[in-house]
C-alpha cells in the first residue's frame, strides 16, 4: 500500500506540472539580468539570502555572489570576499545556514599558483551577521585527482555530489558521503534508478533525503537537452526510478542546476529557454530591454511553485 501512494505522489507531481503553463515559471529576479550567465542558486531558510554563480559568456570566468532581502527587495549583487582569479561555482547552504559548501579549482594553499583539478570546498561563519572564514578544502574521501562538482547536502550532513569516474556508469554520475561524526565515509555511487550510462549531473538532495532532483541528458523521455527528474525513496530506503519532471519545468532547452525550497514548496532552477521573437523597436533602449529581460537563450534561474508530498 506505501509502495503505491510512493507512485500516486509522484504522479500527483507530475499531473501538477502539466497543469501549469510556462507563464506560471518566472525569472527569480529582473535584477539579475545585468549578467549574462548565472547559474547554481541556493537560497537561505530564512529566504533572506540567496547566493549564485555569475559567468562570462563563455565561461572562461566563474565567480560567487550574493543578494541580501531588505524592506524594498533584494540588494544589489556583490562577489563573496574569497573568490579571485580561479574558478567558483556551485554555492550550497547548510542546513543552518552557516557553512557555504562550493566548487572551485584553486590551489590547495596560497603559496601555490597554479590550478588543481575541481574539488569541493567549504566557507564557514558563526551566524548571518558574521563575515565568511577563508575557504577550505572537503578534502578526501570526496575530493580525489577526478574532478567534483554540485554539492549538496543533507540536514544530517551526508552530501551528494557529481563525479566522472571509471569507477562509474557512464558519463557524470551522482555519489554521496556518509558523514559518521566528524568524518565523511567513501563515496558511494548511486544505483541504476539514478544514475545510468548516459549523464547524470547538479543534484538536490531534500533535508531529509527522501528525494532528489537532477538533471540527465538527452534522455529518450526527454525534451531534447538536460531535463530535470526526480526520484523518491520507498520504504525500504531504496531510490525508485527517476520521473521526468515535464512540461513546463523542461524543455527543448537546457534545464539543470535545481533548488528545492521546501519551506514555501518552490523549484528554482536554470534553464537556457528561449522564447524571444523578431519586433519592432521603437528605440535602442527598447530593444536592449527585450533581450535583457526575456527569456533569450542565456541561462538565467527561473522558479516555479510545485508540491512534493
Known amino acids: 500500500m506505501k509502495k503505491i501512494r510512493l507512485v500516486i505522489s509522484l504522479i500527483l507531481i507530475s499531473n501538477l506540472l502539466s497543469a501549469q503553463s510556462e507563464s506560471d515559471i518566472t525569472q527569480f529576479d529582473k535584477a539579475l539580468n545585468q549578467f549574462l550567465n548565472l547559474r547554481d542558486f541556493c537560497i537561505s531558510k530564512d529566504g533572506k539570502e540567496a547566493f549564485f554563480t555569475v559567468q562570462s559568456p563563455n565561461q572562461e570566468i566563474s565567480q560567487l555572489a550574493y543578494i541580501k532581502k531588505n524592506k524594498t527587495g533584494w540588494s544589489q549583487p556583490e562577489l563573496l570576499p574569497f573568490c579571485d582569479s580561479y574558478m ?22 596560497d603559496s601555490i599558483n597554479e590550478k588543481k583539478d575541481f574539488d569541493i570546498w567549504y566557507v564557514e561563519r558563526g551566524n548571518n551577521n558574521e ?9 578526501k574521501p570526496i575530493n580525489s585527482e577526478l574532478d567534483e562538482f554540485y554539492p549538496t547536502v543533507s540536514k544530517n550532513g551526508n552530501i551528494y555530489f557529481t563525479m566522472v569516474s571509471p569507477d562509474g556508469f557512464g558519463k557524470d554520475d551522482i555519489y554521496y558521503c556518509e558523514l559518521k561524526g566528524d568524518k565523511y565515509l567513501n563515496p558511494v555511487l548511486l544505483d541504476e534508478n539514478i544514475n545510468s550510462a548516459g549523464y547524470e549531473f547538479n543534484a538536490f538532495i531534500s533535508e531529509n533525503e527522501d528525494f ?62 528561449n522564447n524571444i521573437y523578431p519586433r519592432n523597436f521603437e528605440t535602442i533602449s527598447d530593444f536592449k530591454k527585450y533581450i535583457n ?16 508530498k
Not at 249 to 273: A, G, W
Request: proline share 5%; with cysteine; net charge positive.
Open 88 to 109: 567558483y561555482l556551485e554555492p550550497f547552504l547548510s542546513f543552518d545556514n552557516n557553512r557555504l559548501f562550493f566548487v572551485s579549482n584553486r590551489p590547495l594553499n
Open 131 to 139: 563575515v565568511w572564514s577563508k575557504p577550505k578544502n572537503v578534502g
Open 212 to 273: 532528489i532532483i537532477y538533471s540527465k541528458y538527452n534522455e529518450k523521455d526527454g525534451q531534447g537537452s538536460g531535463d530535470l527528474y526526480i526520484s523518491k525513496k520507498d520504504t525500504n530506503g531504496n531510490w525508485k526510478k527517476a520521473i521526468n519532471l515535464g512540461i513546463p519545468v523542461n524543455t527543448k532547452y537546457m534545464e539543470y542546476c535545481p533548488f528545492y525550497d521546501e519551506q514555501n514548496q518552490i523549484l528554482y532552477f536554470t534553464s537556457k529557454r
Open 293 to 308: 529581460e526575456s527569456n533569450n537563450g542565456l541561462s538565467k534561474i527561473y522558479k516555479i511553485s510545485l508540491k512534493i
